[in-house]
C-alpha cells in the first residue's frame, strides 16, 4: 500500500473521526470523506497534464485556491486546510491551523446532503435565481477564463495550419503524407 493509500484508508477509518460512520468518495482527483458534519477532500497525487496534483506543494497549493475562490460563492462551506500528519508510526489528523510542509492537505468542508447539490435540484425543479447570488458571476470568469484558453489554443491551430501550407507549397504533394514522384 502506497502512503497515499494509507493515508486514504486512515482518513475513512471511522476510528479517525471517533467512531463516527464515514462515506468515501472516490473521484479520479481526490478521495472524499464524510463522518458526522465534516467533510475531508484528499487530491490524489496525479498528473493528467490539464491537471497536476504531482507533489505535495502542488496539491497544498490548489487546496488552498480552491478554498480561497470558492468560500465566496459557498460561504460556509470551506472550513479551512487541514492535514495528515505522521505521528511515529501512525498518521493523525488536524483539522486547521499552521500546517507543517510535510503535512498532507486536506481541504476541510461542512457536510451538506447531496439533495442539495445545484444539478439535482435542477433537475428536481427547486433551483431558483434566490438560490444562486454570485454563481452568474463566477461563471462568466469561468467562461471568460475558458473563451482566453480556447483563443490560445485557435492560435495555435491556425499556426500549425499554416505552417502545414507553407510546407505544401514548398514541397507539393509529398507534404501531404503521398509519396512524391507518384
Known amino acids: 500500500m502506497s502512503e497515499w493509500d494509507s493515508m486514504a484508508a486512515f482518513l475513512a477509518d471511522p476510528a479517525t473521526h471517533g467512531g463516527t460512520k464515514t462515506v468515501r468518495f472516490d473521484t479520479h482527483t481526490a478521495v472524499v470523506v464524510v463522518a458526522g458534519e465534516r467533510a475531508w477532500k484528499l487530491r490524489r497525487p496525479v498528473n493528467y497534464g490539464w491537471l497536476d496534483y504531482a507533489t505535495?506543494?502542488?496539491?497544498?497549493?490548489?487546496?488552498?485556491?480552491?478554498?480561497?475562490?470558492?468560500?465566496g460563492p459557498a460561504p460556509g462551506l470551506y472550513l479551512g486546510l487541514g492535514g495528515i500528519l505522521r505521528d511515529g508510526e501512525i498518521w493523525r489528523l488536524v483539522e486547521s491551523g499552521d500546517l507543517p510542509a510535510d503535512a498532507e492537505p486536506v481541504v476541510v468542508m461542512r457536510r451538506f446532503r447531496q439533495r442539495d447539490l445545484f444539478d439535482r435540484m435542477a433537475a428536481e425543479g427547486r433551483l431558483t435565481p434566490q438560490l444562486m447570488p454570485g454563481q452568474s458571476a463566477v461563471a462568466e470568469r469561468r467562461l471568460r477564463r475558458r473563451r482566453a484558453g480556447e483563443a490560445t489554443v485557435n492560435r495555435l491551430v491556425e499556426d500549425r495550419l499554416l505552417g502545414f501550407a507553407e510546407t505544401r507549397r514548398r514541397f507539393g504533394k509529398g507534404a501531404e503524407g503521398e509519396v512524391a514522384g507518384e
Open 56 to 71: 505535495r506543494a502542488r496539491r497544498r497549493h490548489c487546496a488552498e485556491r480552491e478554498i480561497a475562490l470558492n468560500s
